[in-house]
């Protein structure tokens, strides 16, 4: 059994990457709650969760996903997802959550179609792809 791996980039503003590892499952899935619970709680609402190194993802990692974007949409937040494995891209066209999330092959791509993200790299780093650069998101 593989853990979960959370990498909290950020945030800029109130905004931040969250990049998820290994399996999101009945065990881990509470540690990702957890996490975009506490980004939320500290006003960071609009985060990008970058899928890319999920290696399984169960229903309950699903549920988790679900209950983040309606706890962030409560506060005015969004949550965009960045899928890039075809098995786990093949889970969310199955359940339909592609029509409840927005969905994108990059995290620079998730991050340059959200304005107030977009606002935010422009600020820091002057934009989207000098800001992935220094964290090594491109």
């Known amino acids: 059994m593989q853990g979960i791996v ?3 980039i950020g945030p800029v503003g109130n905004c931040a990457v ?8 009945v065990y881990t899935a509470p540690k990702l709650r957890e996490q975009i619970v506490d ?5 960071v609402v609009h985060l990008v969760a970058d899928l890319g190194e999920v290696e399984f993802l169960d229903s309950t990692g699903l549920g988790v996903l679900v209950g983040g974007l309606k706890r962030l ?3 005015e937040g969004s949550l965009q997802l960045v899928l890039t ?3 786990v891209m093949r889970i969310f066209k199955i359940t339909g959550l592609t029509a409840v ?3 994108h092959t990059s995290v620079a791509e998730a991050i340059a179609t ?6 935010a790299v422009e600020r820091d780093a002057g934009g989207v792809e ?3 650069r220094r964290h090594t998101l491109a």
């Open 114 to 119: 959200d304005p107030h993200w977009a606002r």
């Open 18 to 25: 969250l990049k998820v590892g290994g399996e999101v499952d």
């Open 85 to 87: 494995t075809d098995r």
């Open 130 to 132: 000098e800001w992935c």
């Open 6 to 8: 959370l990498e909290v």
């Open 39 to 43: 980004l939320a709680g500290k006003g």
């Open 101 to 103: 999330f927005p969905t």
């Open 73 to 75: 949409r409560a506060v």
